[in-house]
């Protein structure tokens, strides 16, 4: 017998938008473990946490750096010798035959870190992916943007894109979502107006968590963006009939 493992998606921050489904799991698991950087709170574990009990463990995933930048081949495999330990980690729980939830912000499948450990870990132990709120649609009901009308398609990228690539996949889109910006945020900016687009972009930051943020696009600090930020194009109002 062995533990069984669950991908638990805790939603954007907001600990209202987490799941019944996500809440139950969350409860009856014996480990809990979550990601965090150095020296930082987790925030998945902040969405969490006061449904947690002493008797839980608490399995701190500790990132060796934050990704704002493509990675040299050398942060590469330390991000793969990163996962492979926790694989390891959580593994030996599971021949424990201890649940282990694996707390991921938004859902687990989309950009989720879950899916490193889904890719290890699922071919040996039973695992259930609960899917959660994602960061995209909770930046659009913030701001109060539709996202796609009807045939519209929606392009969903990274800021760390190079600026090639960036231009090249928004000139192609209907509607965009440009995620997790930080230091990328100026280099996003100079595309975007390049494109002429730059009147329709909407930003925010740290949607639906308590430090939420919204600003004019002209108007941000391209120096003082946070890594949980975003830009959304919303694909342009299709007349109803």
């Given at each position: 017998?062995?533990?069984?493992?669950?991908?638990?998606?805790?939603?954007?921050?907001?600990?209202?938008?987490?799941?019944?489904k996500a809440l139950r799991l969350l409860k009856q698991s014996h480990v809990v473990a979550y990601p965090a950087a150095k020296k930082r709170k987790s925030n998945a574990l902040t969405i969490v946490e006061h449904?947690?009990?002493?008797?839980?463990?608490?399995?701190?995933?500790?990132?060796?750096?934050?990704?704002?930048?493509?990675?040299?081949?050398?942060y590469e495999t330390a991000l793969s010798d990163f996962y492979d330990g926790m694989a390891a980690e959580i593994g030996g729980h599971l021949d424990q035959d201890r649940?282990?939830?694996v707390l991921c912000e938004g859902d687990p499948f989309f950009f989720g870190s879950f899916m490193y450990l889904f890719d290890r870990l699922s071919p040996h132990y039973p695992t259930e992916v609960v899917p959660g709120v994602n960061s995209v649609v909770a930046c659009a009901a913030v701001l109060g943007a539709p996202l796609v009308y009807r045939y519209q398609t929606l392009t969903v990228m990274g800021g760390v894109l190079g600026e090639d690539e960036l231009r090249r996949r928004l000139?192609?889109?209907?509607?965009?979502?440009?995620?997790?910006?930080?230091?990328?945020?100026?280099?996003?900016?100079?595309?975007?107006?390049?494109?002429?687009?730059?009147?329709?972009?909407?930003?925010?930051?740290?949607?639906?968590?308590?430090?939420?943020?919204?600003?004019?696009?002209?108007?941000?600090?391209?120096t003082k963006v946070p890594y949980f930020a975003m830009v959304l194009l919303p694909g342009k109002k299709w007349a109803s009939g």
């Open positions: 017998m062995t533990g069984k493992l669950y991908g638990i998606g805790v939603g954007p921050g907001d600990p209202e938008l987490l799941t019944l449904h947690l009990t002493d008797a839980q463990v608490r399995l701190p995933m500790i990132y060796p750096f934050t990704i704002e930048k493509p990675l040299p081949d050398l649940d282990v939830a000139q192609a889109a209907d509607a965009a979502a440009i995620m997790k910006l930080g230091s990328n945020f100026a280099k996003v900016k100079r595309v975007l107006t390049e494109l002429g687009l730059a009147d329709r972009a909407l930003y925010i930051e740290r949607a639906t968590m308590a430090e939420q943020k919204v600003l004019p696009f002209a108007e941000v600090d391209e």
